[in-house]
């Protein structure tokens, strides 16, 4: 007798009303920790977007300037990012670098990768084409 080997259903996905629903049942504590988690889980998929952890955020200076990885307003009248906390609604987060010059800060957009994960990638597609 052959035994068929059935694979683990997979739970069902909720939809967006479901989940409003089951938001909606819950206390106003339990709805203030879900807040709080899933703006740190928002975050975190913010920081895995440009590549980083959430513990190389911090700033770091490389090459006589310092990198911070911060997240921003656009100024855009009728942008989601005017309503809320910056951290929650802003764009990026992305790299931005501050240096002084004669006594003035300045700054300076960089990007989504920081300088020295730029040239980790010219040094790997460096060392493809000279193994080749």
Same mark, same amino acid.
């Given at each position: 007798?052959?035994?068929?080997?059935?694979?683990?259903?997979?739970?069902?996905?909720?939809?967006?009303?479901?989940?409003?629903?089951?938001?909606?049942?819950?206390? *106003?504590?339990?709805?203030?920790?879900?807040?709080?988690?899933?703006?740190?889980?928002?975050?975190?998929?913010?920081?895995?977007? *440009?590549?980083?952890?959430?513990?190389?955020?911090?700033?770091?200076?490389?090459?006589?300037?310092?990198?911070?990885?911060?997240?921003?307003?656009?100024?855009?009248?009728?942008?989601?990012?005017?309503?809320?906390?910056?951290?929650? *609604?802003?764009?990026?987060?992305?790299?931005?670098?501050?240096?002084?010059?004669?006594?003035?800060?300045?700054?300076?957009?960089?990007?989504?990768?920081?300088?020295?994960?730029?040239?980790?990638?010219?040094?790997?597609?460096?060392?493809?084409?000279?193994?080749?």
């Amino acid at each position: 007798m052959k035994r068929l080997i059935t694979q683990e259903k997979m739970p069902r996905r909720s939809s967006i009303s479901s989940l409003q629903t089951s938001i909606y049942c819950l206390s *106003v504590d339990e709805q203030k920790q879900l807040h709080e988690w899933l703006g740190k889980h928002l975050e975190e998929q913010a920081f895995a977007e *440009v590549g980083v952890h959430r513990s190389e955020a911090e700033p770091r200076n490389y090459e006589g300037r310092t990198y911070v990885l911060q997240k921003r307003r656009c100024g855009k009248l009728h942008c989601s990012c005017m309503d809320g906390e910056i951290l929650e *609604v802003g764009h990026g987060p992305y790299w931005y670098a501050y240096w002084n010059d004669n006594g003035k800060t300045k700054n300076k957009y960089v990007g989504k990768r920081a300088p020295w994960q730029n040239n980790q990638l010219k040094k790997t597609s460096w060392n493809q084409t000279k193994d080749t």
